[in-house]
């Protein structure tokens, strides 16, 4: 029987109290963060009169014909079982996205209602020696599910800690065998402007979204497709149902809602890279030293509702996974 999904480290109960208890959230929300909070979430979301119920928004996408129950929660992997700094509130990361094909505002939430992530395909092609179209429940069934805790660093200078469900993306590169002259794989998002209206009001923009890894960062250890968050499955705000989560990249490399996964012996055309190259580089690992061309990276904005949690802190190189990651880049 799986361990159960908060049996986790003393140090984080605080926050999961908030996690599961919304009334609570909102309580705290209406009373007592508004300070901390209002630099995050707009003033009027965190007014009690016009709260969203966000178990609305948290709702897990359903993922038919399986239900999500009989893959969450994941065993944790113990390597990524604790972390440096209290988890995100559950509620405030769903309030809180990048999803450019539905808004450029962090209000997600609130474009995406259209957007049906089920039934839902992914490609797998390019340099492989077993191209294949996998209906997404027979691929998450395929693999073994975990949760690892990580770090997640948007290059705009805020940050997060995230419990990811998903699985190693090395364990869907041994699965398909590229071929020996594979050297890149290049993710791609959707494209419906139809249910996505950023794709409609920013029709010059190089849709679908895009991004790519070496295949040696692909392999490497950290990198995860995610198929679920708190314990349960993707919310479409956060990239149902199916993401790229790479903790020691700046999160934009975290391709949401992926359909295709393409094996290339060229470097692929990224999104943000193609839309502002002398901003956003292909590999764009964390390093504090690396200003933005418009801002400096050396801290960040810890986004949390926890009051002890200091509102900023010191970026890490490698956003702290330079064990893992370090030597891909001497
Ligand atoms: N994926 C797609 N398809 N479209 C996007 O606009 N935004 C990226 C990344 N993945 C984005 C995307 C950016 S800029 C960030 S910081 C992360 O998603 C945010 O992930 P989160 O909203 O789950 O925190």
Known sequence: MPRKKW??????????????????????????????????????????????????????????????????????????????????????????????????????????????????????????????TYDIDTLIGTMDLEERLYRHRCVEAWSMAIPWTGFPMRALIDLVQPLSSARYVRMLSFFNPEVAPGQWDRSDWPWPYTEGLTIDEATNELTLLVTGIYGHALPKQHGAPLRLVTPWKYGYKGLKSITKIEFTSQQPATFWNTLAPHEYGFFSNVEPEVPHPRWSQATERFITTDPDAPARRETLPYNGYAEYVAHLYE
């Open 7 to 132: 049996d986790i480290p003393q140090r984080q109960a605080t926050d999961e109290d908030v996690y599961f208890n919304r009334r609570k959230f909102i309580r705290r929300a209406g009373l007592g963060t508004i300070g901390l909070l209002a630099g995050c979430i707009p003033e009027k979301l965190l007014n009690p009169a016009t709260l969203v119920d966000p178990t609305k928004y948290l709702s897990p996408t359903r993922i038919e014909p399986t239900p999500p129950s009989e893959w969450y929660p994941a065993p944790t992997n113990d390597a990524f079982s604790t972390l440096d700094r209290p988890l995100t509130d559950e509620v405030v990361a769903a309030l809180y996205n990048n999803f450019y094909e539905f808004s450029t505002t962090k209000e997600v939430w609130r474009f995406i209602d259209n957007f049906e992530p089920a039934p839902w395909t992914v490609e797998i092609g390019g340099l492989v020696q077993q191209p294949k």
